[in-house]
């Protein structure tokens, strides 16, 4: 099945340029830009640039993951969102090196694993534990919220 995969990323603070990765269904190192370059998604050039990352990939119906991470010190943290298929899924609001922002989801169908996936049908927020739960046409989203805000 086809899911897109979006990546929207800023800092009010960072000055510097970083590197920005992203990993489906593996982990993503501290240091991915020096130990994982196949997983650098982009670059940004000093001055407080918006990163923004889109992948369509096929996926078979199960569990599957996203981790987005940046090359940022812990004192020039980022914001950021994944989507999935256009709905915001997850957001962390301290992005930095080895402090990345992971989605789990599921693809599948409601009527049985392998049918299409209705996207934008419904939304169900369920809150469990300081987590969100959220089922989204078809697609199970969990997101564990990091340290909050800074």
């Known amino acids: 099945m086809e899911v897109e995969i979006k990546v929207v990323a800023w800092s009010d603070v960072d000055i510097w340029d970083r590197y920005h990765g992203l990993a489906i269904d593996q982990p993503l190192n501290a240091d991915f830009w020096k130990s994982q370059p196949e997983k650098i998604a ?36 980022w914001i950021a969102e994944i989507y999935i298929n256009n709905k915001l899924m997850g957001r962390k609001d301290d992005i930095y090196r080895g402090n990345f922002l992971r989605v789990d989801f599921n693809v599948g169908a409601p009527g049985g694993p392998g049918g299409p996936v209705e996207w934008g049908e ?3 927020p369920i809150v469990a534990g300081g987590a ?10 969990y997101n564990e919220f990091g340290r909050g805000v800074r």
């Open 42 to 77: 982009g670059r940004t050039w000093m001055r407080k640039t918006r990163f923004t990352y889109t992948k369509t990939v096929d996926l078979e119906p199960g569990k599957h993951y996203v981790i987005y991470g940046n090359s940022a010190t812990e004192d020039m943290v």
């Open 122 to 124: 419904y939304i169900i």
């Open 132 to 141: 969100v739960v959220a089922v989204i046409g078809g697609v199970i989203a």
